[in-house]
């Protein structure tokens, strides 16, 4: 399984900025995906995931503010980010489950290369 995370930059506090993750080597409809994000000198943490059925979670820091979604005819998920925040600057990852059901954060064991969000004041 290949992901392939696009899209980070530099963005002022109050602006957006859309991640994509495109995945390869299985089928990928069929599998959550999810976004990951680690700040300098901090633990990588969850911000959302989609399962395949398309039910979406997400972090309390980012809930209203972020949707992610899934185009399947595409393999790709997608991290729409708004109102964004200084606090939101981090490294962010996205991530496939190694199982079909189910969210559990230890299932999600393949990781993009991470892309750069960086949101200054």
């Known amino acids: 399984v290949q992901l392939q995370a696009s899209g980070g930059g530099l963005v002022q506090a109050g602006g957006s900025l859309r991640l994509s993750c495109t995945a390869s080597g299985r089928t990928f409809s069929s599998y959550p995906m999810a976004w990951f994000r680690q700040a300098p000198g901090m633990e990588r943490e969850f911000v959302a995931a989609?399962?395949?059925?398309?039910?979406?979670y997400y972090a309390d820091s980012v809930r209203g503010r972020f949707t992610i979604s899934r185009d399947n005819a595409e393999n790709t998920v997608y991290l729409q980010m708004s109102s964004l925040r200084p606090e939101d600057t981090a490294v962010y990852y996205c991530?496939?489950?190694?199982?079909?059901?189910?969210?559990?954060?230890?299932?999600?064991?393949?990781w993009g290369q991470g892309t750069q969000v960086t949101v200054s004041s």
């Open positions: 989609v399962t395949k059925v398309f039910n979406t």
């Open positions: 991530a496939s489950s190694r199982r079909t059901q189910g969210m559990a954060e230890r299932d999600f064991i393949y």
